[in-house]
C-alpha cells in the first residue's frame, strides 16, 4: 500500500475518532506527547518481549508496530473520559490538530515500515523538514487548549450549626 494513502487514512480515523468523541486537543496533545516518550523509553525492551511471546512480523517490522502503539495507546484511552468541546468550531479545530501531531510523531515508526514513493515522497519530505515545529506548535496549542478547559465547579453546602 502507498505511503500516502495509509497515512492519510491514519490521519482521516484519527481526526474523525477525536471529532465524534469531542474529546479536547488539549488532553489528546499530551497523551500524544507522553506516548511518544514512553516510544523512545520501552521500544527497545518491549519488542524482544513481544517477539519472545510468539508475534513475528517481518512487513512492517515489529519494532514499528511497537513503537507507533506505544505513541498512540495513551491518547487513544484518553477518548473515551475527559474534557471535551461544545463548539463545532472547537471540535473541528481540536481534532485536526491532534490528527497533524499524531502523523508528526509517527513518521518515525511509518518512515521505517513502509516504502515511500512516487506522491508520497514529497508528502514525507514536507513532514520530516518541518517535524519539529510541526510538534512544538502543536503542544503550545495543547498547553493553550488546557489552560482554557474549565474545571467543574464545586457545589459546597453551608454547614449550620
Known sequence: MSFLILFL???GLLFATAYITKRRFGVLG???AAGAMLGNLWVGNLTPLIAQ???VLVKPPLESVVLAAL???PALLLLSSGPSYKAQTQRFIGAGAFA???AALLLEPLG???????????VYDFFVRNHVIIITVC???AIFDLLMT???KAHHKDHKE
Not at 521505517?112 to 514529497?122: E, N, R
Open 9 to 11: 487514512i491514519i490521519i
Open 30 to 32: 499530551l497523551a500524544l
Open 71 to 73: 505513541i498512540l495507546l
Open 100 to 102: 497533524v501531531l499524531a
Open 139 to 141: 503542544l503550545i496549542l
Open 53 to 55: 511471546a510468539g508475534i
Open 112 to 122: 521505517s515500515a513502509l516504502v515511500i514513493d512516487g506522491v508520497g515522497q514529497p
Open 150 to 152: 474549565k474545571s467543574p
